[in-house]
């Protein structure tokens, strides 16, 4: 009903649009001029004010994007526009106007039941547009609430289909299915769709904080994993290095040193070293001698 109030509304403008306006008036003005200075009679001017609203009523206007629709004592005869075209006043009928753009219609499925069972609602749109207008004014009565009810149990039937996890990773193919079920019914109607989108899926709150969990528990296993591998090279490494050292004796000593030159070289750094390990890298004499040396330079 709300759809019908619309379409009248809108003829009603195209109707009065401002050429026939202007037409009417001017013609209105003159039959008025030509009456009052008497050059026509009464049943002149009356015949004059009925031609003049048969004109400018058979002049419509359609936009550039749009094809008006006439029907001939009810019956289809073709489509005018866009721009400025004229109709068989009484006998002809500007039924509607067809927008041929790209139209968006939004749809959704609330409180849908995935195939495991999980509750979901799903907001998407579709993009359409009439390539035949024929076939969209003939075939089907209200197209557009056609489309939006079609959209919406075809995304009823794709979630039922489908789990959970392909909703939220697939959300293309979801789309893309959609799209399919659309094109196969709107077809016939002369109506494409060019494209659907998933626009939001919105799953409980509780299950939304299970998910939350799950993935920072697989997260932490793998970082588990991965400092646990580090640590297993990191031993294979050591094992080779000890094998350098076993019968080389003096490059243990110089890795040593150079362990502790390393710990020493930052300026107010203290590094407790035990005695036996002085010993056994033979460092303690050579830690004496060159404190005695700086000290004999000062």
Same mark, same amino acid.
């Given at each position: #009903? =709300?759809?019908?109030?619309? &379409?009248?509304?809108?003829?009603?403008?195209?109707?009065?649009?401002?050429?026939?306006?202007?037409?009417?008036?001017?013609?209105?003005?003159?039959?008025?001029?030509?009456?009052?200075?008497? /050059?026509?009679?009464?049943?002149?001017?009356? %015949?004059?004010?009925?031609?003049? @609203?048969?004109?400018? !009523?058979?002049?419509?206007?359609?936009?550039?994007?749009?094809?008006?629709?006439?029907?001939?004592?009810?019956?289809? +005869?073709? #489509?005018?526009?866009?721009?400025?075209?004229?109709?068989?006043?009484?006998?002809? =009928?500007?039924?509607?106007?067809?927008?041929?753009?790209?139209?968006?219609?939004?749809?959704?499925?609330?409180?849908?039941?995935?195939?495991?069972?999980?509750?979901?609602?799903?907001?998407?749109?579709?993009?359409? +547009?009439?390539?035949?207008?024929? =076939?969209?004014?003939?075939?089907?009565?209200?197209?557009?609430?056609?489309?939006?009810?079609?959209?919406?149990?075809?995304?009823?039937?794709?979630?039922?289909?489908?789990?959970?996890?392909?909703?939220?990773?697939?959300?293309?193919?979801?789309?893309?299915?959609?799209?399919?079920?659309?094109?196969?019914?709107? &077809?016939?109607? !002369?109506? +494409?769709?060019?494209?659907?989108?998933?626009?939001?899926?919105?799953?409980?709150?509780?299950? @939304?904080?299970?998910?939350?969990?799950?993935?920072? @528990?697989?997260?932490?296993?793998? %970082?588990?994993?991965?400092?646990?591998?580090?640590?297993?090279?990191? @031993?294979?490494?050591?094992?080779?290095?000890?094998?350098? /050292?076993?019968?080389?004796?003096?490059?243990?000593?110089?890795?040593?040193? &150079?362990?502790?030159?390393?710990?020493?070289?930052?300026?107010?750094?203290?590094?407790?070293?035990?005695?036996? %390990?002085?010993?056994?890298?033979?460092?303690?004499?050579?830690? !004496? #001698?060159?404190?005695? %040396?700086?000290? =004999?330079?000062?």
């Amino acid at each position: #009903m =709300k759809t019908k109030n619309l &379409n009248t509304l809108s003829i009603t403008k195209r109707t009065i649009n401002p050429i026939s306006l202007t037409v009417l008036l001017v013609l209105i003005a003159m039959s008025v001029l030509l009456f009052v200075f008497k /050059y026509i009679s009464i049943p002149f001017f009356v %015949a004059f004010l009925i031609f003049s @609203a048969l004109l400018s !009523g058979s002049i419509y206007i359609a936009d550039q994007w749009e094809k008006a629709i006439v029907l001939r004592m009810g019956k289809y +005869t073709g #489509m005018k526009g866009p721009g400025l075209f004229f109709i068989i006043p009484i006998i002809d =009928k500007v039924d509607c106007y067809i927008d041929q753009r790209v139209r968006v219609t939004d749809f959704s499925a609330e409180e849908t039941l995935t195939k495991d069972t999980v509750p979901v609602n799903v907001d998407a749109v579709v993009y359409w +547009t009439v390539w035949d207008v024929e =076939k969209a004014v003939l075939e089907v009565q209200e197209y557009q609430k056609a489309i939006s009810y079609m959209a919406q149990i075809g995304l009823r039937d794709i979630i039922g289909k489908h789990e959970l996890a392909d909703l939220l990773q697939d959300r293309e193919k979801i789309a893309g299915d959609i799209q399919k079920v659309l094109d196969e019914h709107t &077809n016939p109607w !002369g109506i +494409t769709c060019q494209s659907v989108g998933i626009k939001d899926i919105v799953i409980p709150q509780i299950l @939304a904080d299970a998910m939350s969990k799950q993935a920072q @528990a697989e997260r932490e296993r793998q %970082a588990r994993v991965i400092l646990g591998t580090a640590e297993t090279e990191i @031993a294979e490494k050591f094992a080779k290095a000890s094998e350098q /050292y076993i019968n080389n004796p003096v490059a243990l000593q110089l890795r040593g040193m &150079n362990m502790l030159f390393e710990g020493l070289k930052e300026k107010g750094s203290l590094i407790i070293v035990p005695s036996s %390990a002085l010993d056994s890298m033979n460092i303690g004499a050579l830690t !004496g #001698m060159a404190s005695l %040396a700086k000290e =004999k330079v000062e």
